[in-house]
């Protein structure tokens, strides 16, 4: 079946750099695109950016400048990297699948919470 | 592209039937979906594309709209269904989410 597994560290300090991992099980990441979306401690939801299933990638321009992801599809994993963290990126970052065709987000990761604290 | 949700809690009792609003600052055609979330748990899609259904969601969960006006309507709520509902549009980019209506109990 279809699953999503983030993994990371849980704190973070200001000023550094965030690495979560997002390893998929159950489709291709040459077949399907995965989406990291995060949710600031009780707040809303947020896309962040997209690795599609041919290996582009685009971000949502708030988040642009300090953003990349990546993929080893030998791994079947997807990278995020964001830098210069500050308090305000504490929250559950959640890597999700998106149907081929489809602009919504029909699988979920568990999620994984990141404090940024010094 | 904003999505504004409404109201932003609602109290009810279970075995009311319910709409949910979600309102876009443009029109967003048919392309908004609707996530259920519980507590310390990932959101899961209920309706896709304003009116379409998930498979192995519940029928009481419905959805209508088009352009800027949406709704959610979930007929006779039922203990599980407490929690908060957004939207996501994704007619453009960057893709969005509302604020999140809070379905509690009365």
Redesign the interface.
């Known amino acids: 079946q279809v699953q999503l597994t983030e993994s990371g560290p849980g704190l973070v300090h200001p000023s550094e750099t965030l690495s979560l991992t997002c390893t998929v099980s159950g489709f291709s990441l040459t077949g399907y695109s995965v989406?990291w979306v995060r949710q600031p401690s009780g707040k809303?939801?947020?896309?962040m950016g997209r690795m599609r299933y041919n290996g582009d990638t685009?971000y949502?321009?708030?988040l642009k400048s300090r953003l990349s992801i990546s993929r080893d599809t030998s791994k079947n994993q997807v990278f995020l990297k964001m830098n210069s963290l500050q308090t305000d990126d504490t929250g559950t970052y959640?890597c999700t699948r998106v149907p081929r065709g489809?602009?919504?987000?029909?699988y979920?990761?568990?999620?994984v919470m990141v404090t940024v604290s010094s | 592209i904003m999505l504004t949700q409404s109201p932003a809690t609602l109290s009810v009792t279970p075995g009311e039937s319910i709409s949910l609003s979600c309102r876009a600052s443009q029109s967003i055609s048919t392309?908004l979906?609707w996530?259920q979330q519980k507590p310390n748990e990932?959101?899961?899609?209920l309706i896709?594309?304003a009116s379409q259904s998930?498979s192995g969601i519940p029928s009481r969960f419905s959805g209508s709209g088009s352009g800027t006006d949406f709704t959610l309507n979930i007929n006779r709520v039922e203990p599980e269904d407490f929690s908060v509902y957004?939207c996501?549009q994704?007619n453009s980019?960057?893709?969005?989410?509302?604020?999140?209506t809070k379905l509690e109990i009365k």
Do not use: C
């Not at chain 1, 809303?44 to 896309?47: A, K, N, R, V």
């Not at chain 1, 979920?108 to 999620?111: E, F, I, L, T, V």
């Not at chain 2, 893709?95 to 999140?100: A, K, P, V």
């Open positions: 989406y809303g939801l947020e896309w685009s949502n321009s708030a959640y489809g602009y919504y987000f029909d979920w990761g568990q999620g | 392309n979906h996530y990932s959101p899961r899609v896709k594309y998930i957004y996501q994704s980019w960057p893709l969005t989410f509302g604020s999140g």
